[in-house]
């Protein structure tokens, strides 16, 4: 049974950087097109970056902008994980952030995603 892990969330001060991981369990992490979302206090869940089956990487929404930071999606095959680096955090950033598996190519909504993890919070404060 697949199984995805989020870690690496925390408090962290603005301008600071944070790296979530993304442990999958049960399938080949580069057999799946792995997403990474975010849902900040009573807002929707929104696409941040994705990376596919063939290790090319998206970036959308708020990432694209830059008013959450600097994102780096990346993959470790030997570790099965996926990871996003988020420098220069600004605290507009403050969500909780999920990742979420599909077999097919990147996409940026929701329902497109059939696994998904339980999320790491980032808190993003002075």
């Known amino acids: 049974q697949l199984r995805l892990v989020e870690s690496g969330g925390g408090l962290v001060q603005p301008g600071g950087s944070l790296r979530l991981a993304c442990v999958i369990s049960?399938?080949?992490?580069?057999?799946?097109?792995i997403g990474w979302f975010r849902q900040a206090s009573g807002k929707g869940r929104e696409g941040v970056s994705c990376i596919s089956r063939d290790g090319d990487v998206m970036y959308y929404g708020d990432a694209v902008k830059g008013t959450l930071g600097a994102f780096t999606i990346s993959r470790d095959d030997a570790e099965n994980s996926v990871y996003l680096e988020i420098n220069g955090l600004t605290p507009e950033a403050t969500a909780v952030f999920y990742c979420?598996?599909?077999?097919?190519?990147?996409?940026?909504?929701?329902?497109?995603?059939?696994?998904w993890g339980q999320g790491t919070q980032v808190t993003v404060s002075s």
């Open positions: 979420a598996a599909r077999r097919s190519y990147c996409s940026s909504r929701t329902d497109a995603y059939d696994t």
């Open positions: 049960g399938a080949r992490v580069d057999v799946y097109s």
